[in-house]
């Protein structure tokens, strides 16, 4: 049986459905349903289809222009034309009065509503009337591909697309609509909602009534949340949130979904190549203005285009992720792992030049006028907490530290911040036992206190000359027999001398303690009740870790 536009209007499913033509002629067949995208409409209808326009796609066109396209129409046999006037849209030709004078001549039926009417929900609804299930399923699918791909034309970066995109697909859908980053940020969302999303405990996997490519997920919360889970290119993780605030979500609500995950996955692959290619470009410049390798023009060129002024002073932030191994190999996992980290040091520090080169994050900062070097560390310690935090949330073992260079007045030092940031992540465990903290995992290059005299020597044997004989005796008792005196004596210094903790902390009783200790004694002849020199051996084993390093 026919449905009709008379047939729509008695249905009370739209109640600010209005019918502003032609009362008369209301049994005209509905055998489609389309918006008007383009001026030239007509070309692509198969004929009785009911129309939905704001008519904006006309403004521009003269008077007669828009005339010959209505005639056009009325040659396909439109069965009627559904409109939202948008009375704030002043234009030289006033489309809505010529519509409504041209379709009362001609006994087409036309219906207003309100502007804050979707036209998804009447399209939804329609199609449902005028076609079984599996017709109206593929129809739909086609209708919200075609409206959703079109957003990839609009906007010239990441952000324009994407919340167009996530804005239609909630008009589509009813309710609102949310993206978040793989450490479960919100990247962008239809609500003022930017709340970090969490997982709760009854999420659960969920298969819509479709066929679909990708995972779903379900929870109940005050809502119940959707979750689609986007990979991009194997390398990023975004994920796609629908919260059933206003209505459930059909089975066309579904295909809509579907359309939004692939064209969000077109994006997010041709930002994320287009963003390789500027950071590859910027890594090139970052790597030899770091490293030294600029002088002269070539210097100078390179810092006006990252924005560096000579004048300015600067610090050199690494952060250490994942430690190379003896064959400088990374697997695909480690380095995805690095990526991840990467992307969220970029969201936490969004005007800093950060720069990577395989399993090295470094950052080039700008030291702002009034900024001390305390509270720029702490900065780096709230950094790294939330950081840390989101590794934690992976399940991953990644150990995480950051090493904050000396700093440098211009660019033309970089190079000296640079090294001294990557010297500060080496020595991390000296500086541990240096301050008796071993949860430090931030540090700046001052740190090292008067230890950075000691830094300049590059030779072993050198470095050595510096450490007391009583420890190095130890050293070499340690190394034929396989022995554990430096660290046994490490650990009772850092327990102000008392035995009875230094034996909790190296897992051993009291009575073996106890042993070592007199072995060391007798070894070395060390006086432990000297604090001068119990001083000088303190900084005799942070020497040797030192030494270590080389």
């Excluded at 033509?21 to 389309?34: A, D, S, V, Y």
């Excluded at 410049?285 to 600029?294: H, K, Q, R, V």
């Excluded at 560096?308 to 600067?314: A, K, R, V």
Aim: net charge negative.
């Amino acid at each position: 049986m026919a449905y009709t536009v008379k047939q729509l209007l008695e249905s009370k499913q739209f109640p600010d459905m209005r019918l502003v033509t032609c009362k008369e002629n209301l049994n005209q067949e509905i055998k489609g349903i389309r918006i008007i995208e383009i001026e030239d409409m007509e070309r692509y209808l198969t004929g009785g289809e009911l129309l939905l326009t704001n008519m904006k796609v006309y403004f521009g066109e003269t008077d007669r222009e828009f005339r010959k396209h209505l005639n056009e129409l009325e040659k396909k046999q439109v069965s009627g034309f559904i409109i939202k006037q948008h009375l704030d849209m002043v234009q030289k030709v006033n489309y809505y009065d010529i519509l409504l004078k041209f379709c009362s001549e001609r006994n087409i039926p036309v219906i207003e509503i309100s502007e804050d009417e979707y036209y998804w929900g009447i399209i939804k609804y329609v199609i449902l009337q005028i076609y079984d299930e599996n017709i109206a399923r593929l129809i739909y699918f086609k209708l919200t591909h075609d409206n959703i791909s079109n957003m990839l034309l609009d906007g010239e970066n990441f952000e324009d697309p994407t919340k167009n995109i996530l804005f239609l697909l909630s008009s589509m859908i009813g309710n609102p609509v949310a993206l978040y980053y793989s450490n479960l940020t919100c990247c962008a969302s239809t609500t003022q909602d930017l709340s970090d999303f969490v997982f709760e405990k009854n999420v659960e996997k969920y298969k819509p009534d479709i066929v679909t490519r990708f995972e779903y997920k379900k929870q109940r919360k005050e809502h119940t949340q959707y979750i689609t889970k986007i990979h991009v290119l194997g390398r990023v993780e975004v994920y796609l949130v629908v919260t059933e605030v206003n209505m459930p979500l059909t089975i066309l609500d579904y295909m809509a979904l579907e359309n939004a995950v692939f064209t969000l996955q077109y994006s997010f692959m041709e930002t994320y190549a287009r963003n390789e290619i500027e950071k590859k470009y910027q890594r090139d410049i970052e790597y030899s203005l770091l490293n030294g390798l600029l002088t002269g023009d070539e210097l100078s060129k390179a810092a006006r285009m990252l924005k560096l002024e000579d004048t300015d002073q600067y610090c050199v932030v690494s952060f250490h992720t994942i430690s190379s191994n003896s064959e400088d190999y990374y697997t695909k996992e480690e380095l995805e792992e690095i990526g991840v980290i990467e992307g969220e040091i970029q969201r936490l520090l969004p005007d800093e030049h950060i720069y990577r080169n395989l399993n090295q994050i470094v950052c080039i900062h700008e030291i702002k006028p009034g900024e001390t070097q305390a509270g720029f560390r702490e900065e780096m310690e709230k950094l790294y907490q939330t950081v840390q935090k989101q590794i934690f949330h992976r399940n991953k073992t990644t150990d995480f530290q950051i090493g904050i260079g000396s700093i440098v007045n211009g660019y033309g030092d970089l190079k000296k911040s640079f090294k001294d940031s990557k010297k500060i992540i080496d020595y991390m465990d000296m500086l541990r036992y240096l301050y008796g903290d071993k949860n430090i995992s931030v540090a700046d290059f001052s740190k090292l206190g008067f230890f950075q005299i000691f830094e300049k020597i590059k030779n072993r044997d050198e470095l050595m000359e510096y450490v007391p004989e009583s420890l190095v005796k130890l050293y070499w008792y340690d190394k034929e027999h396989d022995g554990e005196l430096i660290e046994t004596l490490q650990a009772y210094l850092d327990c102000d001398k008392s035995a009875n903790k230094a034996a909790e902390k190296l897992y051993v009783n009291y009575r073996t303690l106890s042993g070592r200790l007199k072995k060391i004694k007798d070894i070395s002849g060390i006086d432990f009740k000297n604090s001068a020199e119990m001083l000088a051996v303190r900084n005799g084993i942070v020497l040797f870790k030192m030494a270590e390093t080389l």
